[in-house]
Each structure stands twice: as C-alpha cells, then as structure tokens.
C-alpha cells in the first residue's frame, strides 16, 4: 500500500496502483487548471467556443478528482507501454482521460497529436508537462513511423477517430496487444409522447451546439412524435434565431465558426442536397467558416438510412407515429453498428429499455448530464467504441482502466469474446 495525498491534500492509502506516487503530479495539474485557467482557456479557444473551453476544462478537473477512486475500483495491471492516437478535438480531456489518468497504472505513454491540431496540442503538452513531469511523449512523426516505432512495441493501444481508420490499424497490431478504438455514435434524440417541449428543445440546443456543433455527443438525427413535431419544431426555430454568433474569445456567444475543414465541407454538401427540407438557417459563408444553425425537418428514417456524423450545427429532424416501428429501427442496421448513447424525452418505456440494450440512455436530459470520465462510456455498436485483442472484439462501453482490468493479458485476462 501506497500513501499518497488526495486533492485536499488529505493522507490516503492507494491499494493496487502501480504508480501510485504519481498521483501528486495530478494534484500538481489539476491545482493548475483550477487556479490558473486562463492560459489553457485561451488555448483552447483557439480551436473551441469559449463556453465548450471552460466546459472541457471543467470536465478535465472533475476527472483527476476522480483518478485515484477510479483506478482503486477496477485495479488495471501495470502496462510497460501506452500509445495514443489522439482526436483532433477535446485536447485537455482527452490528454487527462488518455494520458493522466492511465500514468498511475502506466509506465511510460507516447501520444501523437492529430495533424488538425498539433501545433495547439504541443503547446497544451508543454504547458501541462511543467506541471506533472511524468514519462508522456509527444510524437509529431507520421503514422507510419509512429505505428512502427511507438505503437507496435506498445501493450496497450488507444485510437480515437474514425472506426475506417482504426480497423485499417487493427490488423496491423501484434499479438498480445489490447487496442481500445473510440468513435461516435448516432446519438439520437428522441421526443416521444409527455414529452415537456420547453426542455427537450432547451436540451437540444445545448448538446446539438456545443462547440458550434463540433463535438461527438451531438446528435445525428432528431426523432420527434407527429403529434409533437410542429410545437417542437416552432419552438426550436425561435430558440435558434435567440443564438449569438461570435468568435471563440467572446464569453457571450452561442456558437462559433467552423474549425475543421472537413466538416465545414461535408455539412455545407448535406444541406445543398436537403435544401427541400430546411425550414430555418442553413446559410454556409466559407470566408468566415460561419454555418447558420439550420433545422430540416422531413423524410423517413429505415435501418438502411445512411445518417452523416455532423460536426457542424445541424438539427436533423423527422417525425414518427409508431413508438414501436421507432425502436426496431433504432435498435437495427446502422444504428446497432453505430450504438453510442441515446435520449429519450416524454412516456417510451419501451424504447428506453430497447434502447438501454444497445446503447447509453437518459432520459428527460442530454448525454452532457452523465458526462463522467471516470466511468465507463458508449454502447455496444462496434463502429462507435470497442476493445480488441488477438483477433477478440468486444463492442461495450469503454474505460481505459476498466478495460485494462477486464482484458489486458497481463491483468488477467479470460473473457470470452463476443460481438
């Protein structure tokens, strides 16, 4: 047993820890965050909107005052070596869910910074790395050098970005190594019957903007009940023209211009084609990478609906009568392979527990209210999250020590694989 302090400075016992005494080099960071924001903030705002930059730095302290309790619950074994791709958003979260958090039962990490983002994610390693001094690498070479000369002599893989990408790498793996892939998800919303109008659009605006739209919980497709659909959908039109648009440094607006190239592109194509359908917004300026909030309503959703993953402001929205035809459709095709989380607002028991099956739930609130890094997330759909190793996939709900724990073979492991 290890004595270590917690974040109040308080003497604690750590059982099970490999790096126990690392633990102090949280406190260090988490002190940081806490009490000096503002060079982080101003970071972060240069790819973020100002309200999704002081949210993620939230997340991230609320996530090192849970390190030490979740590493004590699910006890991963001591890992030689992690590597880490790493997403092109979310960098402070993802660098303390993915780099500070496993450097208590890791020996030595190595990230690689995606391309979109490197030079901000360098500078936040640096500014970070002054505090913690642990044994996390940063690595700017290509993928192919990074695959051969950090990520093959690696025990533990983690990938987040697209599922194309990540089963291109897979193979590639030798055997004995835990890959943990990371994706998105679908993510519908859904307003059933009983539904209260005011908040489920109040919830909808806050996830489906969050960052200008770029973030992975927002959701890709709307499901509202026709008895519901127009007092929803006037009532999020006039929600949506309330929205202050603005620079990333402006503390008052509600949405930002788009960052990513990519998504910028693919968002502007979706709504050249569903033209037909949008009601309000929709107008793409590509000087100043602005999207107007846009909301098209219409079509029919069936388990062959190819859905795009928006990364953009985009409220996608169709209407169903059959609660029950709904959960077939959700629960099948597409929507299985891309189960990530779910809401559900109003009276739908049974899609609820259709749903819980697949995927994440909540109900009468967003996937925002459950954000928890210290706990396991996702659902059981393998292009949105699953663990692997030597050849075994299992789509579930990932957290990096639980997942360690469960099925690294130096922890033990003797699950059965399943899909």
């Known amino acids: 047993m290890t004595p270590v302090a917690d974040v109040s400075g308080a003497a604690i016992v750590a059982e099970g820890i490999p790096f126990a005494e690392r633990y102090e080099a949280l406190r260090r960071v988490r002190a ?175 996830i489906r903007l969050l960052n200008a739209g770029q973030d992975c919980l927002g959701p890709d497709l709307f499901c509202v009940h026709q008895d519901l659909l127009d007092p929803f959908v006037d009532a999020l039109v006039k929600e949506v023209k309330g929205l202050r648009y603005g620079p990333y440094t402006d503390p008052d607006a509600d949405y930002g211009p788009i960052f990513y190239e990519g998504a910028l592109e693919e968002a502007a194509l979706y709504l050249a084609r569903n033209r037909q359908r949008i009601v309000h917004g929709g107008g793409v300026d590509f000087r100043t990478r602005r999207i107007e909030p846009a909301v098209a309503v219409g079509g029919q959703v069936t388990p062959r609906t190819q859905l795009p993953e928006f990364f953009a402001p985009v409220f996608n929205i169709v209407g169903y009568r059959d609660t029950q035809a709904l959960a077939a459709t959700l629960t099948t095709g597409i929507f299985t392979e891309r189960a990530l989380g779910a809401s559900v607002y109003g009276d739908a028991p049974g899609l609820i527990e259709a749903l819980g099956r697949r995927t994440t739930v909540t109900v009468q609130c967003n996937l925002l209210s459950i954000d928890n890094g210290n706990a396991p997330f996702g659902g059981h759909g393998r292009m949105a999250n699953y663990v692997a190793l030597d050849g075994k996939l299992w789509a579930e709900p990932i957290l990096l020590s639980k997942a360690v724990a469960e099925h690294f073979t130096g922890a033990g492991n003797v699950k059965e694989a399943g899909r």
């Open 32 to 206: 940081f965050l806490a009490e000096e924001p503002e060079e982080v903030h101003a970071l972060l705002c240069e790819i973020s909107t100002h309200r999704a930059a002081g949210y993620e730095i939230q997340a991230a302290i609320s996530t090192l005052d849970g390190a030490l309790a979740e590493v004590e619950q699910y006890r991963p074994g001591r890992v030689p070596s992690l590597a880490v791709f790493m997403p092109s958003n979310v960098m402070l979260y993802s660098y303390v869910l993915y780099l500070l958090v496993p450097s208590l039962y890791a020996e030595r990490l190595v990230f690689r910074p995606s391309s979109q983002v490197k030079g901000q994610m360098r500078r936040l390693h640096e500014m970070l790395a002054r505090h913690h001094r642990l044994p996390i690498e940063l690595t700017e070479a290509s993928q192919r050098t990074f695959l051969h000369d950090y990520v093959r002599p690696a025990e533990v893989v983690v990938f987040t970005g697209a599922y194309d990408n990540a089963e291109q790498i897979r193979p590639q793996l030798r055997p004995g190594q835990l890959f943990l892939f990371l994706g998105s998800g679908v993510n519908p919303f859904v307003v059933a019957p009983g539904a209260d109008l005011d908040q489920a659009v109040r919830d909808a605006v806050e």
